[in-house]
């Protein structure tokens, strides 16, 4: 959904450069995987920064394989921190729009909605509510922001946050000028602030490590699969189930017995 967020995404880029911060920018939108056209909308809409060295900005392109970003992402945000980037800012698509397993793993996440953002993410609210470490209201220059506002307030007080002593705050931003985004950047600092005092910092980077250990362990694990399923025994077996001589959840087994002796 175009809510605005690689406009916002440079206004931040621009906040930041004034405190001389060096930052990088990962963009992962998948929403035109073929054309890459949204990959290049980001570019250039960027581009008042793509020549300022304090800024590295990258598409993530998926193609499709949705599976991949969520190992490269951790990779890339690692090699930007190793690098020195004091801020790494991650632009991903909406909650209920394919990215999910990216979105929410962020130190603070910020969940941008717009103005009368009403029915059209109806089933996604939940989602949103769970994520998010502070919303942002985009496109403030539009009509409805304080019916927005009230409808998230109103959200926030019927959900059951997962981190009862964090209350998402509520920021209005317009991108395309940049107004609100210190208010913004400032809600982001107070999380950050709150994340690293109540252990949920640690608590969220130990939770994301596992999950991408546990990633890795399972990839690999598929790779050994694909090369265990081959050769005479695998012919053999191949063979019987085929003549209906075994069922095939017998015949992985004795492939696993073979493999695990
Ligand atoms: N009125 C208004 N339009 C905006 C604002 N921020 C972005 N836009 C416009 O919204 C459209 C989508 O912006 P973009 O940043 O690409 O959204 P993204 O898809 O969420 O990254 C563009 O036409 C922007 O010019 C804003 O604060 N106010
Ligand atoms: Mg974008």
Redesign the pocket.
Known sequence: ????????TSSIIGHLRKMELEIAVLAIDPSSPFTGGAIL??RV?MQEHATDPGVFIRSMATRGHLGGLSLATPEAVRLLHAIGRQWILV?TVGVGQVEVEVAGKADTTVVVVNPGWGDSVQANKAGLMEIADVFVI??A??KGVEETRRDLMQMLDLSDLPHESWRPPIVT????TGEGVSDLWDAVLAHREYAESSGQLLERRTFRLREELREIVAQRLGQRARKICSGERWDELTGSVVSRKIDPWTAADEMLVAVDA
Request: no cysteine.
């Open positions: 959904m175009r809510l605005g967020k690689s406009t916002l909308g980001d809409r632009e985009n496109k220059d539009r931003t317009v991108g395309l």
